[in-house]
């Protein structure tokens, strides 16, 4: 079916709002229970995750997605990105450019708008992610935004979220990411400190060295995500993560964020006309 698309502004204000209250909200506990209130008056979830994902999620703050998809999927995916224009997020002077002329100081190019790729909904809808991240809320979730970015070498200093921080996005929300190319430690790799979702130390929103995260939880807790181009895995990003600087080769990277409310940062494009996917979870983007 082909669907037409239309641009919003920006969240409206009552989510900038919430927005304020939740974000002041630290400790893991206290988030919990207002998340738990929250999703007790939406709808219900109709499927649950598979055990293992559930579990891992709740102990560790992640859990490895082995086998969502497979590499013809991933070849066909990062095909369709190369065609996409990029832009640095945090120097929109720049433009709009293509990935292979990203200017020298840009660390992260997103690639504009890709909620028009079939193959992007498809991995954002798979039942085992949608059970998993409804378990996890309690609640039927919501697709809040999908993104995907080159993550660039050729630099000397980390930049924002390559530096360890926790996100706030919303009172409870969840991260799937997935690698288009293959990831080792030179390419920047995904880095998550283990139970920190559920930890109330290093609580303040801003960004942390390394040796503070190490002193706070200990090294053996830091988990770097290397794996082949299809590797994939839901994050629960309160917890204590961000991308390596890449040293080596760049990195590209699919994610989407499922939020018991939308959040603030919610796609700012929206398919018109829906297709087989359910229409609560959609309705967003
Ligand atoms: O690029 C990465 O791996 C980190 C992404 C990140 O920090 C985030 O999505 O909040």
């Given at each position: 079916m082909t669907a037409s698309y239309v641009t919003r502004r920006r969240a409206p204000l009552y989510i900038h709002a919430f927005h304020e209250?939740?974000?002041?909200?630290?400790?893991?506990?206290?988030?919990?229970?207002?998340?738990?209130?929250?999703?007790?008056?939406?709808?219900?979830?109709?499927?649950?995750?598979?055990?293992?994902?559930?579990?891992?999620?709740?102990?560790?703050?992640?859990?490895?997605?082995?086998?969502?998809?497979?590499?013809?999927?991933?070849?066909?995916?990062?095909?369709?990105?190369?065609?996409?224009?990029?832009?640095?997020?945090?120097?929109?002077?720049?433009?709009?450019?293509?990935?292979?002329?990203?200017?020298?100081?840009?660390?992260?190019?997103?690639?504009?708008?890709?909620?028009?790729?079939?193959?992007?909904?498809?991995?954002?809808?798979?039942?085992?992610?949608?059970?998993?991240?409804?378990?996890?809320?309690?609640?039927?979730?919501?697709?809040?935004s999908i993104k995907a970015w080159w993550s660039l070498p050729g630099h000397e200093e980390a930049e924002n979220e390559q530096y360890y921080h926790r996100d706030n996005d919303s009172i409870r929300f969840l991260k799937l990411f997935i690698y288009v190319t293959d990831v080792d430690e030179d390419c920047g790799p995904h880095t998550f400190v283990r139970g920190t979702h559920d930890r109330d130390l290093c609580l303040e929103r801003r960004r942390y060295q390394d040796d503070e995260v190490e002193a706070a939880f200990g090294a053996e807790k830091v988990a770097r995500f290397t794996g082949p181009a299809g590797t994939a895995f839901l994050e629960d990003t309160y917890g204590l993560h961000k991308g390596q600087l890449p040293t080596g080769r760049r990195r590209l990277l699919l994610q989407v964020r499922y939020s018991v409310v939308p959040s603030i940062f919610m796609s700012r494009k929206r398919r018109v006309i829906r297709d087989r996917y359910d229409e609560y979870v959609n309705r967003i983007i």
């Open positions: 209250v939740q974000q002041r909200i630290r400790p893991a506990r206290w988030r919990r229970r207002l998340a738990a209130w929250v999703a007790a008056t939406l709808p219900r979830a109709d499927r649950t995750g598979e055990a293992g994902d559930v579990a891992a999620l709740g102990v560790d703050g992640f859990a490895m997605l082995d086998g969502l998809v497979d590499r013809t999927w991933v070849e066909e995916l990062r095909a369709t990105l190369e065609q996409r224009q990029c832009r640095d997020r945090w120097r929109p002077e720049l433009g709009s450019f293509g990935h292979n002329a990203i200017p020298a100081q840009t660390h992260v190019a997103d690639i504009d708008d890709i909620i028009d790729i079939p193959e992007v909904l498809e991995v954002a809808n798979h039942p085992r992610v949608i059970g998993a991240v409804s378990s996890y809320f309690g609640c039927m979730p919501t697709i809040d």
